[in-house]
Protein backbone atom coordinates (compact mmCIF):
# COMPACT_ATOMS: atom_id res chain seq x y z
CA UNK A 1 0.00 0.00 0.00
CA UNK A 2 1.04 3.22 -0.75
CA UNK A 3 0.69 6.55 0.80
CA UNK A 4 0.77 10.34 -0.09
CA UNK A 5 -0.34 13.09 2.00
CA UNK A 6 -1.04 16.52 0.46
CA UNK A 7 -1.95 19.91 2.15
CA UNK A 8 -5.84 20.72 1.09
CA UNK A 9 -8.55 19.23 -0.36
CA UNK A 10 -8.04 21.20 -2.88
CA UNK A 11 -4.38 19.56 -4.37
CA UNK A 12 -5.76 15.92 -3.21
CA UNK A 13 -8.78 16.38 -6.16
CA UNK A 14 -5.82 17.82 -8.16
CA UNK A 15 -4.15 15.02 -7.98
CA UNK A 16 -6.59 11.98 -8.18
CA UNK A 17 -7.75 14.08 -10.99
CA UNK A 18 -4.56 14.10 -12.76
CA UNK A 19 -4.73 9.86 -12.03
CA UNK A 20 -7.83 9.33 -13.28
CA UNK A 21 -6.64 11.13 -16.50
CA UNK A 22 -3.67 9.98 -16.99
CA UNK A 23 -5.30 6.37 -17.15
CA UNK A 24 -8.19 7.15 -19.52
CA UNK A 25 -5.35 8.80 -21.55
CA UNK A 26 -2.98 6.03 -21.42
CA UNK A 27 -6.01 3.75 -21.53
CA UNK A 28 -9.39 5.21 -23.79
CA UNK A 29 -11.32 2.28 -23.11
CA UNK A 30 -10.80 1.72 -19.45
CA UNK A 31 -13.60 0.60 -16.95
CA UNK A 32 -13.71 2.99 -13.18
CA UNK A 33 -14.92 2.14 -10.55
CA UNK A 34 -16.47 5.51 -8.97
CA UNK A 35 -17.04 6.51 -5.40
CA UNK A 36 -19.73 9.11 -4.30
CA UNK A 37 -19.34 11.10 -1.25
CA UNK A 38 -18.34 14.49 -0.28
CA UNK A 39 -14.46 13.89 -1.26
CA UNK A 40 -14.73 13.42 -4.75
CA UNK A 41 -16.60 16.05 -5.85
CA UNK A 42 -13.52 18.35 -6.33
CA UNK A 43 -11.87 15.22 -7.94
CA UNK A 44 -14.78 15.29 -10.66
CA UNK A 45 -14.70 19.09 -10.63
CA UNK A 46 -11.28 19.21 -12.15
CA UNK A 47 -11.84 16.26 -14.39
CA UNK A 48 -15.02 17.85 -16.01
CA UNK A 49 -13.10 21.40 -16.38
CA UNK A 50 -10.27 19.53 -17.83
CA UNK A 51 -12.09 17.71 -20.26
CA UNK A 52 -13.56 20.55 -21.47
CA UNK A 53 -10.83 21.88 -23.43
CA UNK A 54 -9.96 17.63 -24.91
CA UNK A 55 -11.76 15.93 -27.52
CA UNK A 56 -13.46 12.37 -26.85
CA UNK A 57 -12.37 12.57 -23.53
CA UNK A 58 -14.41 9.72 -22.13
CA UNK A 59 -15.70 8.62 -25.57
CA UNK A 60 -14.80 4.96 -24.57
CA UNK A 61 -14.58 4.95 -21.33
CA UNK A 62 -16.54 2.67 -19.09
CA UNK A 63 -18.04 3.51 -15.49
CA UNK A 64 -19.34 1.37 -13.02
CA UNK A 65 -20.32 3.06 -9.38
CA UNK A 66 -19.50 1.47 -5.98
CA UNK A 67 -23.48 1.91 -4.69
CA UNK A 68 -27.07 3.32 -4.84
CA UNK A 69 -29.49 3.34 -2.43
CA UNK A 70 -32.30 0.58 -2.16
CA UNK A 71 -35.57 2.36 -3.02
CA UNK A 72 -35.25 5.25 -4.15
CA UNK A 73 -36.17 6.61 -7.58
CA UNK A 74 -32.91 7.36 -9.66
CA UNK A 75 -34.56 11.16 -10.45
CA UNK A 76 -34.86 11.93 -6.33
CA UNK A 77 -32.02 14.26 -5.05
CA UNK A 78 -30.39 12.23 -2.98
CA UNK A 79 -29.55 9.08 -4.85
CA UNK A 80 -26.35 8.69 -6.63
CA UNK A 81 -27.54 8.41 -9.89
CA UNK A 82 -28.75 12.21 -9.36
CA UNK A 83 -24.99 12.92 -8.15
CA UNK A 84 -23.32 11.57 -11.07
CA UNK A 85 -25.32 13.48 -13.22
CA UNK A 86 -24.44 16.26 -11.53
CA UNK A 87 -20.57 15.95 -11.09
CA UNK A 88 -19.85 14.16 -14.36
CA UNK A 89 -22.02 12.33 -16.39
CA UNK A 90 -23.97 15.93 -17.17
CA UNK A 91 -20.88 17.14 -18.53
CA UNK A 92 -18.34 14.88 -20.27
CA UNK A 93 -18.28 12.85 -23.42
CA UNK A 94 -19.14 9.38 -21.97
CA UNK A 95 -21.96 7.56 -23.65
CA UNK A 96 -25.06 6.79 -21.16
CA UNK A 97 -25.23 3.27 -22.14
CA UNK A 98 -21.45 2.80 -20.68
CA UNK A 99 -22.21 4.30 -17.11
CA UNK A 100 -23.43 1.86 -14.89
CA UNK A 101 -24.98 1.93 -11.42
CA UNK A 102 -27.02 -0.99 -9.48
CA UNK A 103 -30.81 0.50 -9.74
CA UNK A 104 -31.82 0.80 -6.68
CA UNK A 105 -35.59 0.58 -7.78
CA UNK A 106 -35.53 -2.82 -9.40
CA UNK A 107 -38.21 -5.50 -8.32
CA UNK A 108 -35.61 -7.86 -7.93
CA UNK A 109 -32.70 -6.47 -6.00
CA UNK A 110 -31.33 -9.64 -5.40
CA UNK A 111 -31.25 -10.34 -9.22
CA UNK A 112 -30.17 -6.70 -10.01
CA UNK A 113 -27.05 -7.00 -7.67
CA UNK A 114 -25.96 -10.66 -9.87
CA UNK A 115 -26.66 -8.34 -12.96
CA UNK A 116 -24.55 -5.69 -11.83
CA UNK A 117 -21.75 -8.56 -11.71
CA UNK A 118 -22.20 -9.68 -14.88
CA UNK A 119 -22.25 -6.22 -16.22
CA UNK A 120 -18.59 -5.67 -14.40
CA UNK A 121 -17.34 -8.87 -15.49
CA UNK A 122 -18.39 -8.34 -19.53
CA UNK A 123 -16.76 -4.92 -19.21
CA UNK A 124 -13.65 -7.12 -18.67
CA UNK A 125 -13.33 -5.88 -14.76
CA UNK A 126 -12.52 -2.89 -13.24
CA UNK A 127 -9.39 -1.23 -14.51
CA UNK A 128 -8.97 1.45 -11.19
CA UNK A 129 -11.47 1.92 -8.59
CA UNK A 130 -11.52 5.13 -6.30
CA UNK A 131 -13.10 4.63 -3.11
CA UNK A 132 -13.64 7.03 -0.39
CA UNK A 133 -13.77 6.26 3.24
CA UNK A 134 -16.61 6.09 6.03
CA UNK A 135 -15.79 7.00 9.18
CA UNK A 136 -15.87 3.56 10.13
CA UNK A 137 -14.03 2.21 7.67
CA UNK A 138 -16.06 1.63 5.45
CA UNK A 139 -15.69 1.42 1.68
CA UNK A 140 -18.84 1.56 -0.64
CA UNK A 141 -21.21 0.58 1.15
CA UNK A 142 -19.31 -2.62 3.29
CA UNK A 143 -19.97 -1.84 6.87
CA UNK A 144 -17.89 -2.99 9.63
CA UNK A 145 -18.14 -7.43 9.82
CA UNK A 146 -18.85 -7.22 5.98
CA UNK A 147 -16.51 -11.07 4.83
CA UNK A 148 -13.42 -9.66 2.78
CA UNK A 149 -14.99 -12.20 -0.45
CA UNK A 150 -18.51 -10.16 -0.56
CA UNK A 151 -19.93 -9.75 -3.72
CA UNK A 152 -22.40 -6.74 -4.86
CA UNK A 153 -25.51 -7.04 -2.45
CA UNK A 154 -28.02 -5.50 -0.66
CA UNK A 155 -26.56 -4.04 2.61
CA UNK A 156 -28.75 -2.60 5.87
CA UNK A 157 -26.73 0.86 6.25
CA UNK A 158 -25.71 1.71 9.92
CA UNK A 159 -27.47 4.81 12.12
CA UNK A 160 -23.57 6.05 11.80
CA UNK A 161 -23.79 6.40 8.07
CA UNK A 162 -27.05 7.16 7.41
CA UNK A 163 -26.35 10.39 9.91
CA UNK A 164 -23.02 11.00 7.89
CA UNK A 165 -25.17 10.81 4.72
CA UNK A 166 -28.33 12.85 5.72
CA UNK A 167 -27.76 16.29 4.10
CA UNK A 168 -29.90 15.44 0.65
CA UNK A 169 -32.61 14.04 2.53
CA UNK A 170 -35.21 15.39 4.62
CA UNK A 171 -35.15 14.34 8.48
CA UNK A 172 -35.17 10.97 8.73
CA UNK A 173 -35.64 9.88 5.17
CA UNK A 174 -32.28 8.64 4.54
CA UNK A 175 -32.43 5.03 2.92
CA UNK A 176 -32.33 2.24 5.66
CA UNK A 177 -30.68 -0.16 3.11
CA UNK A 178 -28.22 0.24 -0.42
CA UNK A 179 -27.15 -2.01 -2.88
CA UNK A 180 -22.98 -2.01 -2.90
CA UNK A 181 -20.01 -3.73 -4.88
CA UNK A 182 -18.48 -6.28 -2.36
CA UNK A 183 -15.38 -6.08 -1.33
CA UNK A 184 -14.50 -9.08 -3.02
CA UNK A 185 -15.56 -7.00 -5.97
CA UNK A 186 -13.72 -4.11 -5.08
CA UNK A 187 -10.44 -5.52 -4.58
CA UNK A 188 -10.45 -7.43 -8.23
CA UNK A 189 -9.97 -3.99 -9.53
CA UNK A 190 -6.45 -3.78 -10.87
CA UNK A 191 -5.53 -0.37 -9.30
CA UNK A 192 -7.53 1.35 -6.19
CA UNK A 193 -6.96 4.48 -5.30
CA UNK A 194 -8.65 5.31 -1.67
CA UNK A 195 -9.42 8.92 -1.03
CA UNK A 196 -9.49 10.86 2.18
CA UNK A 197 -10.42 13.93 3.06
CA UNK A 198 -13.39 15.32 5.66
CA UNK A 199 -13.69 15.77 9.44
CA UNK A 200 -14.13 12.95 11.61
CA UNK A 201 -11.45 10.21 9.57
CA UNK A 202 -8.41 10.41 11.87
CA UNK A 203 -8.92 7.18 13.56
CA UNK A 204 -10.06 5.61 10.71
CA UNK A 205 -6.67 6.83 9.21
CA UNK A 206 -4.61 5.64 12.40
CA UNK A 207 -6.77 2.40 12.42
CA UNK A 208 -5.76 1.59 8.31
CA UNK A 209 -1.86 2.84 9.02
CA UNK A 210 -1.41 0.11 11.81
CA UNK A 211 -1.90 -2.47 9.22
CA UNK A 212 -4.19 -4.61 11.26
CA UNK A 213 -6.17 -6.63 8.94
CA UNK A 214 -9.94 -7.23 10.26
CA UNK A 215 -13.33 -7.55 8.67
CA UNK A 216 -14.45 -5.00 11.88
CA UNK A 217 -12.49 -2.40 9.49
CA UNK A 218 -13.63 -2.81 6.13
CA UNK A 219 -10.95 -0.42 4.38
CA UNK A 220 -8.20 -2.92 6.19
CA UNK A 221 -8.99 -5.81 3.03
CA UNK A 222 -7.06 -3.68 0.98
CA UNK A 223 -3.61 -4.62 2.61
CA UNK A 224 -4.69 -7.70 0.73
CA UNK A 225 -4.30 -6.04 -2.71
CA UNK A 226 -1.10 -5.57 -4.43
CA UNK A 227 -1.80 -2.18 -5.94
CA UNK A 228 -3.56 0.26 -3.53
CA UNK A 229 -2.40 4.06 -3.22
CA UNK A 230 -4.06 6.08 -0.12
CA UNK A 231 -4.24 9.61 -1.19
CA UNK A 232 -5.36 11.97 2.03
CA UNK A 233 -5.16 15.54 3.08
C1 LIG B 1 -20.88 7.13 1.60
C2 LIG B 1 -20.52 6.37 0.36
C3 LIG B 1 -19.09 5.93 0.42
C4 LIG B 1 -18.22 7.14 0.76
C5 LIG B 1 -18.54 7.62 2.12
C6 LIG B 1 -17.67 8.77 2.61
O1 LIG B 1 -21.22 6.31 2.65
N1 LIG B 1 -21.35 5.23 0.11
O2 LIG B 1 -18.73 5.36 -0.82
O3 LIG B 1 -16.88 6.79 0.67
O4 LIG B 1 -19.89 8.06 2.07
O5 LIG B 1 -18.25 9.99 2.27
P1 LIG B 1 -17.59 11.40 2.38
O6 LIG B 1 -16.65 11.49 1.25
O7 LIG B 1 -18.75 12.31 2.23
O8 LIG B 1 -16.94 11.49 3.71
Sequence with gaps: MKWETVDSADALAGRAAEILLTTIRENPRAVLGLPTGRTPIGMYERVVRECAREYH???DVTTFNL???AGLPREHPGSYFTYMKLHL???????PANTHLPCGTAPDLDAECIRYESEIADAGGLDLTFLGLGRNGHIGFNE???PFDARTRVVELTQSTRHANADLFADGS?????ITMGIG???ESKRIVLLVSGSGKEDAVARLRSGEVSEEFPASALWRHGDVLVLKV
Aim: charged share 25%; with cysteine; net charge negative.
Design 67 to 69: DEY
Design 144 to 146: PGT
Design 174 to 178: VPTHA
Design 89 to 95: FDHVDLD
Design 185 to 187: TIL
Design 57 to 59: CFR
